[in-house]
């Protein structure tokens, strides 16, 4: 039986992730760089010290919640009812890397629905009222959330395990791409080159852009890492 001891060991281990990747992101663009990449500044103003501040506070909630649901999945007694695998022998290297893929495109899913949803007025001012006071959102918005909607974010790895079979490593790349890309959507910055993004391959990727759009406008681009729903629904903005 996995013991109390290690929801602090992956509150630790989430809270170091998060601020590890953030400050680096912030310190980058934000402080080193922020004058010799001024073009790439999606809206020309910077967030005020209180926004950061207020920023941090909810990510410190985000990161309690998440760090439950690490223990939940990894606990001996609920583990055993996922699809979670230990061995790599199980299942192929080439399905262990695939399961990565799997668990993108079923998260890109569940989050536009979740989050179109979030936006409906009965559970906006609620629920998801708190991540859209980042109007011009940085590096710390990745995880600014409400309680109640970080508790809806971070379930998607529960219906990921016990859904598909996935590789404690699996799952820990899974982890790191959706750190990264949310850093990346929240940045303020677009990295992404015009040409890519309109291009027939990168039109189907969902840009740090069409986010920020999102962000300041409290409307459509509802999508995380692809625009395959927002252009399904007809909910895409450029």
Do not use: C
């Amino acid at each position: 039986m996995i013991s109390g001891n290690n929801y602090i060991v992956f509150a630790l281990l989430i809270s170091l992730r998060y601020f590890i990747l953030t400050g680096l992101a912030y310190l980058l663009f934000y402080k080193i760089f922020r004058l010799k990449v001024v073009q790439l500044k999606i809206q020309q103003k910077f967030p005020k010290h209180k926004d950061y501040v207020r920023e941090l506070k909810h990510s410190l909630f985000t990161i309690l919640i998440f760090a439950g649901y690490g223990f939940l999945i990894f606990d001996a007694d609920i583990k055993k009812w996922t699809k979670i695998y230990d061995n790599v022998q199980d299942h192929s290297l080439v399905y262990m890397l695939f399961s990565v893929v799997l668990a993108i495109l079923i998260h890109d899913a569940y989050f536009y629905f979740m989050h179109r949803i979030m936006h409906h007025k009965k559970f906006f001012r609620y629920m998801h009222l708190v991540h859209h006071k980042s109007t011009n959102p940085n590096p710390f918005s990745a995880y600014s959330f409400h309680p109640s909607e970080a508790i809806f974010e971070g379930a998607v790895i529960l219906i990921i395990v016990f859904t598909i079979p996935m590789h404690k490593i699996a799952i820990a790349i899974f982890m790191l791409f959706m750190i990264l890309f949310n850093i990346y959507g929240h940045l303020g910055y677009e990295l992404i080159p015009k040409r890519f993004a309109n291009s027939t391959f990168g039109k189907w990727i969902n840009t740090a852009t069409n986010h920020n759009l999102h962000h300041e406008k409290a409307k459509n681009n509802y999508g995380l890492y692809f625009t395959f729903w927002d252009r399904l629904f007809n909910t895409l903005e450029k």
